[in-house]
């Protein structure tokens, strides 16, 4: 039972540069989220699926694309990646009205 | 929306002494209350949570402690230890539509000293 999984662990880009991030989770969770944890400011929720087929803005949505590919995976996209996006990123996943379990993250430095 | 704020951003204490960290919520609505600790390079952990029904909940040496009325939350670590040491986020949401939109704080560095 692996939990939550990520890939990749590091990646570095170049402004303009586009990337998919991966997050697969094997427990069956019906809710999948995507946070960024900047130095001092804590986690913020870009955006989070409910369910299988739906997603919604979190905070910081502004140069993100999601995609709830089925029940296991939900894709992170960064269409035109900028400086400002330079960051860890943790998906996670939880059941309605239980704790969220976070994978082991990605850190993305974008030059 | 909500907002969550917290204190102290950074903490040092003596092993065996007791850490008490707070937090603030904004929306009243706000009925799910984690706490998560950080280790350096790793991934957060729950270590407690409370829900709104609840005013105060232990385990071991964690307890967290719930003021509706004034839209407060803390956390405290009794007896701490040097494997106490990492950064602790408070959070806040509420349960809505099957999911749980989580408001993170800014963290709290913990640093025991043996």
């Known amino acids: 039972n692996a939990g939550v999984t990520q890939t990749p662990k590091f990646q570095v880009l170049k402004t303009g540069q586009s990337m998919t991030l991966q997050c697969a989770q094997d427990?069956?969770?019906?809710?999948m989220y995507w946070y960024r944890q900047d130095p001092g400011m804590g986690l913020r929720l870009i955006y989070y699926?409910?369910?299988?087929?739906?997603?919604d803005k979190g905070e910081v949505p502004n140069g993100y694309n999601v995609s709830r590919l089925n029940k296991r995976e939900f894709s992170l996209r960064l269409e035109s990646a900028a400086p400002s996006q330079t960051s860890v990123y943790f998906c996670?996943?939880?059941?309605?009205?239980?704790?969220?379990?976070f994978g082991p993250g990605t850190r993305l430095t974008v030059t | 929306g909500e907002n969550v704020e917290q204190h102290p951003s950074t903490l040092s204490v003596q092993e065996g002494d007791s850490a008490v960290i707070k937090c603030t919520y904004s929306?009243?609505?706000?009925?799910?209350f984690p706490w998560y600790k950080q280790e350096l390079g790793k991934r957060p952990q729950l270590i407690i949570d409370?829900?709104?029904?609840?005013g105060e909940k232990k385990d071991q040496r964690i307890a967290v402690t719930l003021n509706k009325t004034a839209k407060h939350f803390s956390l405290h670590i009794t007896e701490t230890q040097p494997e106490d040491s990492a950064v602790y986020f408070c959070?806040?949401?509420?349960?809505?539509?099957?999911?749980?939109?989580?408001?993170f704080g800014a963290g709290t560095r913990l640093a025991v000293h043996p």
């Open positions: 996670a996943s939880s059941e309605p009205r239980y704790e969220q379990y």
């Open positions: 427990m069956n969770h019906n809710s």
């Open positions: 699926s409910a369910s299988e087929g739906t997603t």
């Open positions: 929306d009243s609505a706000s009925n799910y």
């Open positions: 409370i829900r709104s029904n609840v």
């Open positions: 959070a806040a949401s509420i349960f809505s539509g099957g999911y749980n939109k989580l408001i």
